[in-house]
């Protein structure tokens, strides 16, 4: 680093604010309430929709297909506002968004709970409801995906390099004392005469005027921009990266009904599993996840990334095939618990693929683009969510969930086939 750009850098350090350190306590609260929420909404969608439309999973797979498709149709838009608008804004944004779409997708599904005979008597009004549930619901994933980015994305990124930076001026000493001499140095603030700040006070109103106009006029361009080159831009962003190839494979694994979704929960329910099991089951497949997470490191520095990408899809591989067997398991309750079990043991080679993949993507994807390329990755795993839910709409008997089954098999082994040809050359 250049002497000039190092004082410069002290600079900005010693400009910085000092926040209190509940602040980042406060941070990661909000956001575990923020998302446990919207976690505990995906949940129960399925078992509501269930109990409203019995015999059926019409609904489950309809809710799903509107949920994904806004996911995958308007989040590369849904990115572009992120790395646009300020942090504050997109925080306000993300939080107004989810707590409304979510009171009022409650309501709505209350009301379908409590006026249980509505489709029969009043068929319109039942729609409606229903629409307005969907639409409340994509509304909320859409602004779970921008605190995603903020959150998990950015602001982590943000606290990192302002720690590395802050540990470096405090626990270097010469650092820190040239940055007192420099402060030292620097001139004090003249007192102003009433006269000369009646006059910056008139001066700044008009600037602000001039620069209200010119922030109105930036929006209205900055929204003609977005409905017209964000979605185009952001995927041809995407497809110019070296990682396309693993995202893609990465994407297709999610063409899958053997995940705790919507339509597995509802399945589960119409089988007569209760809500608590499922939800236990729900818990161990996310600590398998967990566990994966901090089983990677050590695996991955004993071995390559891509032999780790490698090793982790064929394991989930296996564990897919324990849920084909669960087809012939005669006793129902038997085959629903040997289901969950194939369902959370997939979840520890699903997550190390994923993390090998999200690694690849962090190292070759320069800086400027990776939301973009985040939020396009999303949308396109979104979009494999979809084809899994129109399936559900075209296999909506619970009775048949084994020729789901049997087809997200024969999707998994293909996609275990195309990832192997992409780690073993190499991406």
Not at 33 to 42: C, D
Not at 201 to 230: M, Y
Not at 288 to 293: K, S, V, W, Y
């Amino acid at each position: 680093m250049l002497p000039s750009q190092r004082m410069h850098a002290l600079g900005l350090i010693s400009q910085q604010p000092h926040f209190s350190p509940f602040l980042l306590l406060y941070l990661y609260v909000g956001h575990f309430l923020a998302r446990w929420g919207a976690r505990m909404w995906e949940f129960s969608i399925g078992l509501y929709m269930i109990h409203i439309f019995p015999d059926s999973l019409l609904l489950p797979a309809v809710y799903g297909v509107v949920e994904s498709a806004s996911t995958a149709l308007f989040g590369p838009v849904v990115g572009q506002l992120v790395d646009s608008l300020t942090y504050v804004k997109v925080l306000r944004f993300w939080l107004l968004a989810q707590n409304l779409s979510f009171i009022v997708a409650g309501g709505t599904v209350i009301a379908l709970l409590v006026y249980a005979d509505l489709k029969s008597t009043n068929f319109m009004a039942f729609v409606l409801l229903v629409i307005l549930t969907n639409v409340s619901g994509a509304v909320g994933v859409l602004s779970t995906l921008a605190g995603t980015i903020l959150i998990e994305r950015e602001c982590v990124s943000v606290c990192l390099v302002y720690w590395l930076l802050t540990s470096a001026y405090n626990g270097i000493p010469p650092l820190h004392e040239m940055n007192q001499k420099r402060v030292s140095r620097l001139p004090p603030m003249p007192e102003e005469s009433p006269s000369t700040h009646q006059e910056k006070i008139s001066l700044l109103s008009e600037a602000g005027n001039d620069s209200e106009l010119s922030e109105n006029s930036w929006k209205r361009k900055i929204i003609g921009r977005i409905f017209k080159n964000s979605y185009v831009s952001a995927w041809r962003v995407y497809f110019q990266q070296d990682v396309v190839l693993p995202g893609v494979a990465l994407a297709l694994i999610y063409f899958t009904v053997l995940s705790f979704g919507t339509l597995m929960t509802a399945t589960l329910e119409w089988e007569g599993i209760p809500a608590y099991i499922i939800g236990i089951a729900r818990g161990v497949s996310a600590t398998i996840g967990i566990a994966a997470t901090f089983l990677y490191p050590t695996f991955q520095a004993r071995i390559s990334t891509l032999r780790m990408g490698l090793w982790s899809i064929w394991s989930q591989w296996t564990c897919v095939l324990v849920c084909v067997a669960s087809i012939w398991v005669q006793n129902n309750l038997i085959s629903a618990y040997v289901l969950m079990g194939g369902v959370a043991s997939s979840r520890l080679g699903l997550w190390m693929f994923d993390l090998s993949v999200i690694q690849q993507m962090q190292d070759q994807v320069s800086e400027s683009d990776r939301i973009i390329v985040g939020v396009v990755q999303n949308s396109l795993q979104s979009f494999m969510d979809l084809t899994t839910y129109i399936m559900g709409v075209i296999v909506a008997n619970p009775q048949q969930d084994s020729t789901a089954c049997t087809i997200t098999a024969c999707g998994s082994t293909s996609f275990t086939l195309i990832s192997c040809f992409f780690f073993s050359h190499g991406f």
